[in-house]
Antibody, heavy 119, light 111 residues
């Protein structure tokens, strides 16, 4: 079955750029919408945005000015960059798959990776 | 402040039934499908219900979903201690160019 795995630095300094990659295995990256979702410690879920396998994107207005997503279909990977981070961006970051552009049904999810913003 | 509103906690005894509510608006639940997730401690959320009331393969029929107007409900019957988890509702929101939104989560305690 399809599996997702996030990778990237676990510690980022304030004002710098957070960069994460999600690798898709066991299935194709084509035809789907690939989302990033984060969860601050002890808090709920926040949808960051998605990238369609063809490259179109949609970002949450809460982070739109700071976020960039990209996809590398040949590598079965998609990526997240979040600039000018602050302590408020400390969270577990998940990647997940959606079937259509306005779907809230994300499955599967990666295991998540904790990113701490601290100097 | 989450866009969708859930009760912070619910509890029930093993074997009993519990429901978790999720309240939204016309821009999200009122005009889009609702999904439900279970998050066990230290793990990623797991999809329990999609398109209001459908269960992915492998999800037992003890879990059910319904929607009416701008609210949705997750039902769990035959509660087990292993059901203790955080539960989240989610929906697409048509405002602000469209975005995914979630509830704040409900902690289920099986007494």
């Amino acid at each position: 079955q399809v599996q997702l795995q996030e990778s990237g630095p676990g510690l980022v300094k304030p004002s710098e750029t957070l960069s994460l990659t999600c690798t898709v295995s066991g299935g194709s990256i084509s035809g789907y919408y690939w989302s990033w979702i984060r969860q601050s410690p002890g808090k709920g879920l926040e949808w960051i945005g998605y990238i369609f396998y063809q490259g179109s994107t949609n970002y949450n207005p809460s982070v739109r000015s700071r976020v960039t997503m990209s996809v590398a279909t040949s590598k079965s990977q998609f990526s997240l960059k979040l600039s000018s981070v602050t302590a408020a961006d400390t969270a577990v970051y998940y990647c997940a798959r959606g079937d259509y552009y306005d779907s809230s049904a994300f499955e599967p999810w990666g295991q998540g990776t904790l990113v701490t913003v601290s100097s | 402040q989450s866009v969708l509103t859930q009760p912070p906690s619910v509890s029930a005894a093993p074997g009993q039934k519990v429901t978790i509510s999720c309240s939204g608006s016309s821009s999200n639940i009122g005009n889009n499908y609702v999904s439900w997730y279970q998050q066990l401690p230290g793990t990623a959320p797991k999809l329990l219900i999609y398109e209001n009331n459908k269960r992915p393969s492998g999800i037992p029929d003890r879990f059910s979903g319904s929607k009416s107007g701008t609210s949705a409900t997750l039902g769990i019957t035959g509660l087990q201690t292993g059901d203790e988890a955080d539960y989240y509702c989610g929906a697409w929101d048509n405002s602000l160019s469209g975005r995914g939104v979630f509830g704040g989560g409900t902690k289920l305690t099986v007494l």
